[in-house]
């Protein structure tokens, strides 16, 4: 769910969005949707092993944020609001 009636200031329904679509919430989605095998890699022999854990998680975040855009650019903005539960964290 994402609005909770016991969020009643401003301040709180911030944190509680910041938490929902930070790139640590957004990469684990990505994980269990098993998205990051099949991003479009920006280089042609990319050294994971090198990679830092932010910039995959950042990464992995914005395959998420792509996949919303499409059904946003598709379906409109009543279906997104469907499909939020999909990113929520437990």
Same mark, same amino acid.
């Given at each position: 769910? /994402?609005?909770? @009636? @016991? $969020?009643?200031?401003? #301040?709180? $329904?911030?944190?509680?969005?910041? %938490?929902?679509? @930070?790139?640590?919430? /957004?990469?684990?989605?990505? !994980?269990?949707?098993? &998205?990051? !095998?099949?991003? &479009?890699?920006?280089?042609? !022999?990319? @050294? %994971?092993?090198?990679?830092? +854990? +932010?910039?995959? !998680?950042? %990464?992995?975040?914005? $395959?998420? %944020?792509?996949?919303? #855009?499409?059904?946003? $650019?598709?379906? #409109?903005?009543?279906?997104? #609001?469907?499909? /939020?539960? /999909?990113?929520?964290?437990?």
């Amino acid at each position: 769910m /994402l609005w909770d @009636s @016991s $969020l009643t200031t401003a #301040g709180r $329904l911030t944190t509680k969005r910041t %938490e929902i679509v @930070s790139n640590a919430n /957004l990469a684990k989605v990505c !994980d269990r949707w098993n &998205l990051y !095998d099949y991003r &479009l890699k920006r280089k042609i !022999d990319p @050294s %994971e092993e090198n990679a830092q +854990n +932010n910039t995959i !998680d950042h %990464e992995k975040a914005t $395959l998420v %944020e792509a996949i919303f #855009g499409v059904i946003y $650019l598709e379906f #409109g903005f009543q279906k997104i #609001g469907n499909t /939020l539960p /999909l990113i929520q964290y437990p």
